[in-house]
Each structure stands twice: as structure tokens, then as C-alpha cells.
């Protein structure tokens, strides 16, 4: 049975930090890029970060202008998302999710480009 399971959200204040992490079981971890998506109430679920099989590549949405990091350790089956600076523009819930068809390349910018997919953990910046 599949699992993408997130932790580490919760309330921050602007300018702070969370670092949120996506254990994952059932697949071949290793075999999969993984990326990160956020969706705001009534809005699109948009695009975060993605990285590849190895970390060797990462791609951000152009939003973050440097403030997230996404990272992966493959002998824990678990992705990261380094949250920094954030503001309260950044208040959503934050999912991951696993991408076969890009694990060399890392994953795409579109949902539907995922396999497999997590429930979301909520995030919340104060002003």
C-alpha cells in the first residue's frame, strides 16, 4: 500500500521557519522524483519544488526566489522542505507527492504529472 505521509506543519509568524518532511512507504522510493505543492482555500494546488531521484537536481517555483529548499534522504524513504522567511502569502496546505516518469530529471511543475500523493499538512504564517 502506497503512503505519502507529511509532517512538521503548523502556525508560524512571518519571517519564521518550518521544516516540513513526507515519509514515504509502498514504492521504490529511490525510484521517484518527488515534488512539493501548496494549495490556499479556493485556489489552484500550485507547484513548490521538485527534486530528483538522487538530489542531484532541484527546480523551485519562481515565487520562492530562494527562500524554500527541498532535499531528500533515500535511506529514509523521506523528502524535506525547508521553509524560510516565511510570509503569510505562504499560509496553505502542503503536499507532496511521488513522480515516476521524471525520477531522473526531477519532477514536473503540473499535478498531473504525479503518481502517488499525500494528504497535506497545514501551514499558516501570521502577520
Known amino acids: 500500500q502506497v503512503q505519502l505521509v507529511e509532517s512538521g506543519g503548523g502556525l508560524v509568524q512571518a519571517g519564521g521557519s518550518l521544516r516540513l518532511s513526507c515519509a514515504a512507504s509502498g514504492f521504490v522510493f529511490r525510484n521517484y522524483a518527488m515534488g512539493w505543492f501548496r494549495q490556499a482555500p479556493g485556489k489552484d494546488r500550485d507547484f513548490v519544488a521538485a527534486?530528483?531521484?538522487?538530489?542531484?537536481?532541484?527546480n523551485y517555483a519562481g515565487f520562492l526566489k530562494g527562500r524554500f529548499t527541498i532535499s531528500r534522504d533515500n535511506a529514509k524513504n523521506t523528502v524535506y522542505l525547508q521553509m524560510n522567511s516565511l510570509k503569510p502569502e505562504d499560509t496553505a496546505v502542503y503536499y507532496c507527492?511521488?513522480?515516476?516518469?521524471?525520477?531522473?530529471?526531477?519532477?514536473?511543475?503540473?499535478?498531473?504529472?504525479?503518481?502517488?500523493w499525500g494528504q497535506g499538512t497545514q501551514v499558516t504564517v501570521s502577520s
Open positions: 527534486i530528483n531521484w538522487n538530489g542531484g537536481s532541484t
Open positions: 507527492a511521488a513522480d515516476r516518469g521524471r525520477w531522473a530529471t526531477g519532477g514536473g511543475e503540473a499535478p498531473l504529472e504525479y503518481d502517488y
